[in-house]
């Protein structure tokens, strides 16, 4: 077998290879799915696995079994050529999309992006020179998180707003410390970052048995993601890990995670929900054109009915926890300051959980641009008559922090404060590092009463002087200053348009 270096090394180019031809970071990332999920099944039906997986008949345009039809699975396809090649991958793709639990829905509305029949016949044959199922996990997970994060990165493509910064996620699992033998959900869950995190983090700092070891494969994880193309590459992303099973049921639901309460809870709520500002759906109007409509979700266990998607998975998240459930969100700067439906929702939050922390969020580390984020953490509680949370604690992340995607990523490191000031083991005994002495000091607390008497319960809270306006001689890289003022640009034309929103309902 190659070493894992060359492995990587030859996915890595043969995606360089491609993209020269025309073929996105995107469209090469899903055919690696789908073939490397066909030749990992058939090891698995090989011995010593032997599992026995059923591939069926190759179908046809209606999903009637071809008369003399062949199967489809990875020896039949691996072993044909030319227009050949192309005509049956065509019909294989159509044939397992129909197919149901996990088969099915990594070949949901699947196609063929490699026209060219010399090319798809090269990806095929570097798959097939190895046993993928005696790699170790790291390596495989290595080269798919790998080619997500290119993906992420091709901004035309729109995939950034499914890829959360891994340091961020890996941040906020380290303070939440997930324990064994308890749930996880995700209601938005892109390709799976937080799930993986919480997996890497659960495996290493516990000696887990054999019932812990199969409730993390098997049990532990939910979540929802309504995008079919992102679904398949989460689902792909857990199998590479170790997580679920090939034969087994679906673990991420296709529906719309906000429409209703199944009643289902969770010991932690780990996400990241889209970006976009308005919960929309696309219909038909009467003249025949698509038109978008703006989604108010009719839930009665809501505070607030609202189209704003931000404060709608505020509210159902909340919903998903368990008594005593905890969560880590990271939701855009509207979420905190807004009036009306955020007014209620950030009341209610305080009185009916312990929202105890918020990480405020620097530009420039997401592949969308303009985003002004934090990341909520709180835990839920029973019903009671005085508020839960008594104070919030604040660490400003943001200014005098210049970050970029690719020239100066937000790295793990970079937020070690953070997670010592938050103090995992013992939130009770945390130390303010901000006092009238050190007025930049970044971790400062806040007591309830001070919240609530705050204009509309504004949560955006910031003290750290911006240093580049008062020092020329320490500005930014040019590249960041223009990263942000795109960012403030775009910041302040949603401000607009949600004025002429509102202006247009009146």
């Known amino acids: 077998m190659s070493n894992e270096s060359t492995i990587i090394s030859k996915v890595w180019n043969f995606a360089h290879v491609l993209r020269d031809d025309g073929v996105g970071y995107g469209d090469y990332l899903e055919q690696i799915t789908y073939l490397l999920f066909l030749k ?23 999903g009637n079994e071809i008369a003399n039809g062949e199967h489809c699975d990875w020896p039949t396809l691996a ?25 099915g829905q990594i070949f949901t509305k699947s196609q063929n992006k490699i026209q060219d029949p010399a090319k798809l016949l090269k990806v095929i044959d570097m798959i097939d020179q190895e046993q993928w199922s005696l790699l170790g996990t790291d390596v495989k997970g290595k080269i798919y998180e790998g080619l ?12 950034g707003q499914y890829f959360t910064p891994r340091a961020l996620i890996k941040t906020m699992v380290a303070c939440i410390e997930p324990k064994p033998l308890k749930s996880i959900v995700d209601p938005a869950c892109g390709t799976g970052g937080f ?37 398949r590459l989460c689902l792909m992303n857990m199998f590479l890990h170790n ?61 607030a009915t609202t189209s704003n998607k931000q404060l709608n998975f505020l509210q159902h998240i909340k919903s998903l926890l368990k008594i005593d ?46 985003v002004k984020a934090n990341v909520l953490f709180f835990d839920n509680k029973p019903a009671s008559k005085d508020p839960w949370t008594k104070e919030v604690w604040i660490y400003d992340y943001r200014n005098n922090i210049h ?48 919240i609530i008497a ?31 003022i795109v960012a403030n640009l775009e910041s302040g034309l949603n401000s607009f348009r949600k004025i002429v929103t509102t202006l247009n309902s009146q």
């Open 403 to 450: 970050h970029t995607p690719k020239k100066s990523p937000m790295r793990f490191e970079h937020l070690q404060e953070f997670i010592s000031c938050y103090n995992p083991q013992n939130r009770h005994k945390r130390k303010e590092t901000w006092s009238a002495a050190k007025p930049d000091g970044r971790w400062r607390r806040f007591r309830y009463d001070e």
């Open 148 to 159: 997500l994060e290119k993906n992420a990165e091709d901004t035309k493509s729109g995939a």
């Open 40 to 62: 990992m099944a058939h090891e698995l039906n090989q011995p010593p696995y032997n599992k026995g997986l059923p591939f069926p008949m190759v179908k046809d345009a209606e």
């Open 325 to 370: 459930g905890e969560a880590a969100v990271v939701l855009p700067d509207n979420v905190l300051f807004e009036g009306g439906a955020g007014e209620t929702v950030r009341k209610e939050l305080l009185k009916t959980a312990d929202l105890h922390t918020i990480l405020r969020l620097p530009t420039g580390i997401f592949y969308a641009q303009g």
């Open 79 to 103: 072993g044909k050529r030319g227009a050949e090649l192309e005509t049956f991958y065509v019909q294989l793709l159509r044939s397992l999309s129909s197919e149901k639990g996990i088969l």
């Open 195 to 231: 799930f993986l995190a919480a997996y890497d983090f659960i495996v290493e700092h516990n000696r887990l048995d054999r019932d812990e070891k199969t409730h993390l494969k098997n049990s532990t994880f939910h979540g929802n993601e309504i995008v079919a193309g992102t679904r």
């Open 243 to 303: 997580i679920g099973e090939i034969d087994g049921e679906s673990f991420i639901s296709s529906a719309d995670a906000l429409i209703t309460d199944t009643g289902e809870r969770y010991d932690y709520v780990l996400a990241n929900p889209p970006f976009g500002k308005k919960s929309s759906m696309t219909i038909t109007n009467e003249e025949g054109k698509l038109e978008k409509q703006d989604l108010n979700y009719n839930r009665q266990d809501f505070w």
């Open 454 to 484: 705050r204009d509309k319960t504004n949560l955006d809270i910031f003290w750290v002087k911006d240093k580049s306006l008062a020092d020329l001689d320490n500005l930014p890289d040019p590249d960041i200053l223009a990263l942000e």
